[in-house]
């Protein structure tokens, strides 16, 4: 599970700053800000690629995934995107623990 999520998270890290990047064009919004949220956005990408496998770590990734979504209120490309992480979020949870089960029932045959 953890290679799956760490893959979505260090995809969806490179989008966030793509559409910092987008949201610079936007005359209501400072520079600073952009980049503060996308930064803590970036950085929260990076640590959860760390923490998946610890209490709460997917709740987190759920968090930012609903995030992500919201940011299409700057950015509406981004409510495609965000749903299409969303998306890429579930698969790799619910296909990761489907390998990690199989993995524990080999590793209990051997």
Do not use: N
Not at 28 to 51: E, H, I, K, P, Y
């Amino acid at each position: 599970m953890r290679t799956l999520c760490a893959s979505t998270l260090i995809g969806e890290f490179f989008v966030i700053g793509f559409a910092g990047l987008v949201a610079m064009k936007d005359p209501d919004l400072s520079m600073a800000t952009v980049w503060t949220v996308c930064g803590v956005a970036m950085v929260l990408c990076l640590l959860l690629c760390g923490m998946i496998t610890r209490p709460g770590g997917v709740q987190l990734g759920w968090a930012l995934q609903i995030a992500l979504i919201a940011s299409g209120f700057v950015v509406p490309v981004m409510f495609f995107l965000g749903a299409v992480f969303a998306a890429l979020w579930w698969a790799s949870v619910h296909y990761g623990r489907k390998v990690e089960e199989a993995k524990a029932r080999f590793a209990a045959q051997a």
